[in-house]
T-cell receptor
């Protein structure tokens, strides 16, 4: 079965630094998502992306966050100035036009020190 | 607004025993409901989904779930647990298909299977 690939699997950064989390979705997918899971808490929706623009974002997704799909393959999540509370597992997901099944990547564990 | 409540953050069963993981939902519109499984160091994998067709939904690995509108429940069951079922299970709700398709997850239930 095709896979969503996320890199790196672990990222450690200092508070205030910028991080970019990378995702390579399945090639025929059209809708893309970022979710995150803080340790011990729910998996939370961050943002959805379609046709090269954000279609919906949560209240978590403030001005410090941005997403882009610069080359038609990679889908990135950038956090401009990380905070301690950004420490979480970040999941990328994607789906095709008519298939409601979301394919998730294995996640990037972000630790902000 | 939509929400999901998973009763029990940790469920422990013996190998061969019935697995029952509970999920109750709240939704202002007819919901789509999902169960995902997460094995250690892996992503979320769809087990099964309910999208307004048959109320008893069969998924992978012998799991099934029944949508009960009167009880706003979507409990996950498996008749006989296997050691390989040990994982974290997440119930999720969506307001439907379409371009947004935002999932709202429960907190998850960790299933351990004892030999």
């Amino acid at each position: 079965e095709p896979e969503v690939t996320q890199t790196p699997s672990h990222q450690v950064t200092q508070m205030g630094q910028e991080v970019i989390l990378r995702c390579v979705p399945i090639s025929n997918h059209l809708y893309f998502y970022w979710y995150r899971q803080i340790l011990g808490q729910k998996v939370e929706f961050l943002v959805s992306f379609y046709n090269n623009e954000i279609s919906e974002k949560s209240e978590i997704f403030d001005d410090q966050f941005s997403v882009e799909r610069p080359d038609g393959s990679n889908f990135t999540l950038k956090i401009r100035s990380t905070k301690l509370e950004d420490s979480a597992m970040y999941f990328c997901a994607g789906r095709g036009r008519t298939n409601e099944k979301l394919f998730f990547g294995s996640g990037t564990q972000l630790s902000v020190l | 607004a939509q929400s999901v409540t998973q009763l029990g953050s940790h469920v422990s069963v013996s190998e061969g025993a019935l697995v029952l993981l509970r999920c109750n939902y709240s939704s202002s519109v007819p919901p789509y409901l999902f169960w995902y499984v997460q094995y250690p160091n892996q992503g979320l994998q769809l087990l099964l989904k309910y999208t307004s067709a048959a109320t008893l939904v069969k998924g992978i690995n012998g799991f099934e779930a029944e949508f009960k509108k009167s009880e706003t429940s979507f409990h996950l069951t498996k008749p006989s647990a296997h050691m390989s079922d040990a994982a974290e299970y997440f119930c999720a709700v969506s307001r439907g298909g379409g371009s947004n398709y935002k999932l709202t997850f429960g907190k998850g239930t960790l299933l351990t299977v004892n030999p």
